[in-house]
Structures are given as C-alpha cells and as structure tokens.
T-cell receptor, first 111, second 113 residues
Framework: SQQGEEDPQALSIQEGENATMNCSYKTSINNLQWYRQNSGRGLVHLILIRSNEREKHSGRLRVTLDTSKKSSSLLITASRAADTASYFCATQHNAGNMLTFGGGTRLMVKP | DGGITQSPKYLFRKEGQNVTLSCEQNLNHDAMYWYRQDPGQGLRLIYYSQIVNDFQKGDIAEGYSVSREKKESFPLTVTSAQKNPTAFYLC????????????FGQGTRLTVV
C-alpha cells in the first residue's frame, strides 16, 4: 500500500519561480525523505527530516514536517530548468528501513 | 567508485518465460530492496532483505522471487506467474541504521513481447 499522497501531481513553472510540493501520509513515521527522479533513471536522495524536526534546509531546498497533520512540503527556491524531474516523498517507519513512497509530483521548469 | 548497479538496462520477455534482473552493490550495505514503478506512478515494494540469507515479502511479491546468498547481490526473478510484468524495476540498498537514506540503481525496464 502507498503511504503517501502528493500534491500536485504535476507542476509547471517558469525559471526563477519557487516550486512547492506537498506530501501527506497516514501512519506514524521515523522520518520522511524526499527523492528526485529524472525521466527513466534511478532515484536520488535529496533530504531527510526526522519526526522530531520541523524544518530543514539544504541549498535551495526547504522541507517542513507537521506530524500533527501528517504532512510535509518541499520548497525549491529560484528554480532552474535543470530542476525538471519527478519528486517523491517517502516515509520510513519504526519497523525496518523500508521506504513507502507517494505517487510523486512531476515538475517542469520552463527556461 | 562505490554504488549500486542494475543490469540489464532493458529486458524483453516472452510470455511464459522467467527472467532475472541483477542488482549488485559495493557500498557494504546490509539491506537491499526491490521496487516496481509503473508509468506516472510511485514505487511499490516487491521484496526486501535486511541481511544475507534472509528476505521478506513486500506489498506486491506475488509472481516474483529473490535470493540473497551474498551481501553484495540481490537478484530478482520475474516468473511466469506475474501476469503484468511490464514495468520499471528499481533496486536500492541502505545500512540497517535508523534514519538512513537509500541508494538506488539506474533501473531495469522490462517489457513483455
């Protein structure tokens, strides 16, 4: 079963704009992670936020986590055409390190 | 270079055939995973292994089998019992520590012809 739901499913913006993607999940978690996937390729880890953290930054990425609402958001600031990809949230639970993925957001950044 | 390697990149299977997808890692990770991805969808867990000679079914294990005879290798066999095997298959590995990221291979695209 898929734990997460992502919103929006697709997002198209102009270069330089900010992109915000949201993720909701159903059960308690150890952490939530965001991954990026270029078309037809493997996933690349972007950022991990633990259940006791509320916000985390990495370069142009900002992730928030609200465990009371079981939701997270990924903000990409000053987007570039090279940011065009699919972005997935994944949750990790107490029982093992398996990741449960959402359906992803397909981001297109137009130059 | 350390990493996780999947082969082949593209695989074609005739109906009724079993095929095996290879996954090798040199990251010294204990845990390995197989995911299936259908077009425009997220990843679904097929099988996982936390240690050599042990593996567990994921959410969609029917029609698949795995082995974990070596730490570095976690091959996936797609059997003829899998009725809709056309998909993109991703292998991943991680340490067994909590709060750890997964490292993914580049995937194998399997098509039934």
């Amino acid at each position: 079963s898929q734990q997460g739901e992502e919103d929006p499913q697709a997002l198209s913006i102009q270069e330089g704009e900010n992109a915000t993607m949201n993720c909701s999940y159903k059960t308690s978690i150890n952490n939530l992670q965001w991954y990026r996937q270029n078309s037809g390729r493997g996933l690349v880890h972007l950022i991990l936020i633990r259940s006791n953290e509320r916000e985390k930054h990495s370069g142009r990425l900002r992730v928030t986590l609200d465990t009371s609402k079981k939701s997270s958001s990924l903000l990409i600031t000053a987007s570039r055409a090279a940011d065009t990809a699919s972005y997935f949230c994944a949750t990790q639970h107490n029982a093992g390190n398996m990741l449960t993925f959402g359906g992803g957001t397909r981001l297109m950044v137009k130059p | 270079d350390g990493g996780i390697t999947q082969s082949p990149k593209y695989l074609f299977r005739k109906e009724g055939q079993n095929v095996t997808l290879s996954c090798e890692q040199n990251l010294n990770h204990d845990a390995m995973y197989w995911y299936r991805q259908d077009p425009g969808q997220g990843l679904r867990l097929i099988y996982y292994s936390q240690i050599v000679n042990d593996f567990q079914k994921g959410d969609i294990a029917e029609g698949y089998s795995v082995s974990r005879e070596k730490k570095e290798s976690f091959p996936l066999t797609v059997t003829s019992a899998q009725k809709n095997p056309t998909a993109f298959y991703l292998c991943a590995s991680s340490t067994r520590q909590s709060n750890t990221e997964a490292f993914f291979g580049q995937g194998t695209r399997l098509t039934v012809v």
